[in-house]
């Protein structure tokens, strides 16, 4: 791929999740599913929200926001797999690369960011709910995503220019099924020192924000709860966040194990576990887990699949 130090490489090599043939067939046909589930059912979420005129409240505008990125999120790294698989290639060009890894980027973070502003609505609602129509009016809430995708591409834009400043000599197969930022930093024969100190600088703030403000809202809610003279009160307000709850320690669990321990400390084969957790495994089990445990969702969705599906008289 080069001929001279200072010559780059034009392309990276995917290595995927496995090398024996049998397991890439069962991998394959496994992410095939998990992506179709992923689509359909964050599809049919944002479906459900659109036609039924009950979940024209912020926490579905919320909710419907987070299942298409979701669906955008999957989409930047599955798709890519199964082609490569069909293709029985592994190639993956600089300029797909970085494209991959930015928009990778923009959509955790989105997904990060939603996650928090989730979090403040059900505060608002369960916490001052006499006053949860006038701060969390229709101007509100769409300040609060278009500020997220604001800052999420800014913070993204920042990470990429860092990144196209490198030099990659001669290595460039990655083990990984996406271009991520930690086998990309190992590959570089230039100096790295200022892509890890904004990854663990700025990057954390980022990430660490959102996730002390749903600890906060958290916080507040779970007092709050506690005050309610009737315990069966209580935990109907509280049961409305556990959905939110189990997706938020999902997501920032494998997060957290990923891109906030040492270099010296990471392990191809933990990554790339953990990885597929939070970019393949949580985007589909979001729909499940929102609908299964929302009364209102189960009766939106069973209106669209009768549409869809009408009954035979």
């Known amino acids: ?13 995917l290595l995927g999740l496995s ?11 496994l992410f095939l599913t998990m992506y179709l589930a992923t689509v359909l059912g964050n599809l049919l979420i944002i479906l459900a929200i659109g036609t039924d005129s009950r979940l024209h409240t912020p926490m579905y505008f919320f909710l419907s926001n987070l299942s298409f990125v979701d669906v955008c999120f999957s989409s ?27 928009f990778f980027c923009v959509l955790g973070d989105m997904d990060n960011f939603l ?9 608002v609602a369960i916490c001052h709910p006499l006053y949860y129509t006038i701060k969390m009016n229709h101007q509100v809430c769409a300040l609060l995503v278009m500020g997220s995708w604001v800052v999420a591409n800014l913070n993204c834009l920042l990470h990429i220019l860092l990144m196209v400043r490198l030099s990659f000599c001669a290595d460039n197969i990655i083990p990984h099924f996406f271009c991520d930022v930690t086998p990309l930093l190992k590959l570089s024969c230039s100096d790295t020192h200022l892509n890890e100190l904004i990854i663990h600088t700025e990057g ?7 996730f002390v403000c749903i600890l906060i ?55 790339i576990a953990a990885a597929v957790m939070y ?13 299964l445990r929302n009364n209102d969702m189960k009766v939106a969705l069973r209106k669209v699949l009768n549409m869809r599906f009408p009954s035979k008289q």
């Open 76 to 102: 930047t790294t599955v798709p890519k797999v199964l082609v490569n698989h069909i293709l029985g290639s592994q190639a993956i060009s600089f300029s797909g690369c970085l494209t991959q890894l930015y």
């Open 115 to 123: 996650l928090a502003v989730m979090a403040y609505d059900r505060f």
């Open 204 to 210: 954390a703030v980022v990430m660490v924000t959102p």
């Open 19 to 29: 090398s024996q043939p049998q397991q890439q067939q069962l991998l394959f046909l």
């Open 279 to 291: 970019a393949v495994v949580t985007p589909m089990l979001n729909p499940f887990i929102y609908s």
């Open 217 to 271: 809202s958290y916080i507040h809610i779970t007092c709050a709860v506690l005050r309610v003279s009737s315990p069966r009160g209580g935990w109907k307000a509280f049961s409305t966040c556990g959905s939110h709850l189990a997706v938020v320690c999902l997501f920032y669990g494998t997060i957290i194990a990923v891109y906030f321990n040492p270099s010296s400390s990471h392990s191809a084969g933990r990554d």
């Open 1 to 13: 791929m080069s001929s001279t130090n200072q010559s780059s490489v034009s392309e990276f090599l």
